[in-house]
């Protein structure tokens, strides 16, 4: 199993343009999130999944969409960048709600790091 | 909503140290706890978590963790540090009935010397 899978692993953006970080995993789990991690910030939640078709909002939304059309994918977009989206970007995922012990344990990609200009 | 809280920012340790990371959590509810650990350059892996049970709970690569109710704390320890425990710490927490929100703390910057 590939786990969860990002790319790409680095990049650079100007100001005002827009990307997307891909992210996707195997393992069949309902749940995926974005976190954005930051020096002395710890780990963010940006925005969350609970399955296919259902997206909402974590702790620092603000300039992100996502969308989830399939289990395995749930891509994040910037659509205009700005410097203070600089950051190392964690996709996770987990096994869903209402299943059998499951405590909301997260695996984690290898990270995406953003750099804005 | 849940908060996590790790006072030690940055913490340098001799190998063969005795470890304790602080971790507190803000939340009225039964909740779960997770450790992660991130090595330098790589993802984050999960060290240790408490759903339920013995408050004690055991890890990998000898760390182990007290959930105290009381005091809303999940302190990780381990007796004997390695050079190869050099790490960053997270201490997360989400709801019990309702995960779909993992909260992190700040994080722990460990530095061992041989």
């Known amino acids: 199993n590939a786990g969860v899978t990002q790319t790409p692993k680095f990049q650079v953006l100007k100001t005002g343009q827009s990307m997307t970080l891909q992210c996707a995993q195997d393992?069949?789990?309902?749940?995926m999130s974005w976190y954005r991690q930051d020096p002395g910030m710890g780990l963010r939640l940006i925005h969350y999944?609970?399955?296919?078709?259902?997206?909402d909002q974590g702790e620092v939304p603000n300039g992100y969409n996502v969308s989830r059309s399939t289990t395995e994918d749930f891509p994040l977009r910037l659509l205009s960048a700005a410097p203070s989206q600089t950051s190392v970007y964690f996709c996770?995922?987990?096994?869903?709600?209402?299943?059998?012990?499951?405590?909301?344990?997260?695996?984690f990609g290898e990270g995406s790091r953003l750099t804005v200009l | 909503a849940q908060s996590v809280s790790q006072h030690n920012h940055h913490v340098i340790l001799s190998e063969a140290a005795s470890l304790e990371l602080g971790c507190n959590y803000s939340?009225?509810?039964?909740?779960?706890l997770f450790w992660y650990v991130q090595y330098p350059g790589q993802h984050l892996q999960l060290l240790l978590k408490?759903?339920?049970?013995?408050?004690l709970v055991k890890g990998i690569k000898g760390f182990e963790a007290e959930f105290i109710k009381s005091k809303f704390s999940f302190n990780l320890r381990k007796p004997s540090v390695q050079w190869s425990d050099t790490a960053e710490y997270f201490c997360?927490?989400?709801?019990?009935?309702?995960?779909?929100?993992?909260?992190f703390g700040t994080g722990t910057r460990l530095q061992v010397f041989p």
């Open positions: 996770a995922s987990s096994r869903g709600q209402g299943t059998a012990q499951n405590t909301g344990e997260l695996f």
């Open positions: 393992m069949n789990h309902e749940y």
């Open positions: 999944s609970v399955g296919a078709g259902i997206t």
């Open positions: 939340y009225g509810g039964t909740v779960n």
């Open positions: 408490y759903f339920s049970g013995d408050p």
């Open positions: 997360a927490v989400n709801a019990f009935y309702n995960t779909d929100k993992l909260i």
